[in-house]
């Protein structure tokens, strides 16, 4: 088995789309060389949106059927999974993308419910959208200076969003206020500070570890707002996150998602992660992975 492609939700989705001309083709001419293209849970957990979002039952279940389709030619059915137990790096196996579907669904509850703990921790970015989460809770707190906002935050490490947001993704974190914030926020895990943080080989060995690691810089980011979305998109960051952690395992990750895209190229740069995080231009260009 060769080299290993990860492709976020919206590369498979321009494809069938028919948004990036030559793509299916150039993925075919790779796989002749034995690169392996893996899939995850959560591709799976994003093709599952898919009847929440379309009212026509018939429509919803061919677009969910052409979304699975497409993932298992391009995967061969090889996919990403969790370690068995809390130890132990991600593991690729063979499944069929239809039984991944059906756990994801038969457990979808957990998917809900982790997409209300994104929303409300999301509703942190600004004032109008932590009132709005607060009144849908029943509550009447206003965003006062003693709410953890982003804003709060950033001013209280004193960062502005424009002069973080120009510096490049490998100098991000040589930047001492940056610095400062992430050991701040690092006070909430007691094993770990700026030195003991896990990263490169000791990262990578253990997925249940990457998970919290990946999920915790990607979310200081946001804090920081260094390239960040806006408060609807909390649904999407929740996937983009786990599209990250399962990435790692990958030689190359490509994403048609500007913003994410250097948002994740910060973070592994910082973690010492290898892989190689490309824009489907840049892959479309390339030639070989090596």
């Known amino acids: 088995m060769g080299e290993r492609v990860y492709l976020d939700q919206n590369v498979l989705m321009a494809i069938l789309k028919n948004e990036r001309p030559g793509l299916m083709d150039h993925i075919k001419c790779f796989k002749e060389d034995a690169v392996v293209f893996p899939y995850s849970p959560a591709h799976i957990e994003e093709v599952a949106i898919i009847p929440r979002e379309c009212e026509d039952a018939t429509l919803a279940g061919e677009r969910v059927n052409e979304n699975l389709q497409l993932i298992e030619e391009i995967s061969d059915r090889w996919e990403y999974l969790p370690a068995l137990g809390d130890v132990g790096p991600s593991r690729l196996a063979q499944e069929d993308p239809r039984e991944c579907m059906k756990r994801v669904v038969d457990g979808y509850d957990l998917t809900l419910s982790a997409e209300e703990i994104e929303r409300f921790q999301m509703s ?36 502005e969003v424009k002069r973080v947001s120009n510096l490049t993704e490998a100098m991000l974190f040589a ?37 919290v690691v990946v999920n915790l810089v990607l979310a200081y980011l946001e804090e920081i707002g260094y390239r960040a979305d806006d408060f609807d998109k909390y649904r999407s960051r929740m996937h983009d996150v786990s599209h990250a952690i399962y990435a790692c395992a990958a030689s190359v990750f490509v994403t048609g998602d500007k913003r994410y895209r250097q948002r994740v190229k910060a973070t592994y740069h910082f973690l010492q992660i290898p892989t190689r995080v490309l824009s489907s231009d840049e892959f479309l260009a390339c030639t070989s992975l090596a």
């Open 124 to 159: 942190f970015k600004s004032a109008a959208a932590f009132e709005q989460v607060q009144q849908e809770f029943g509550t009447n707190l206003l965003a006062g200076p003693g709410v953890p906002l982003h804003e709060n935050i950033r001013n209280d490490i004193g960062i």
């Open 175 to 211: 930047d001492s206020k940056v610095q400062d914030g992430l050991a701040r926020k690092l006070w909430n895990y007691p094993s770990w500070n700026l030195d003991t943080l896990p990263k490169g080989d000791d990262l990578l060995a253990c997925h249940k570890t990457r998970e």
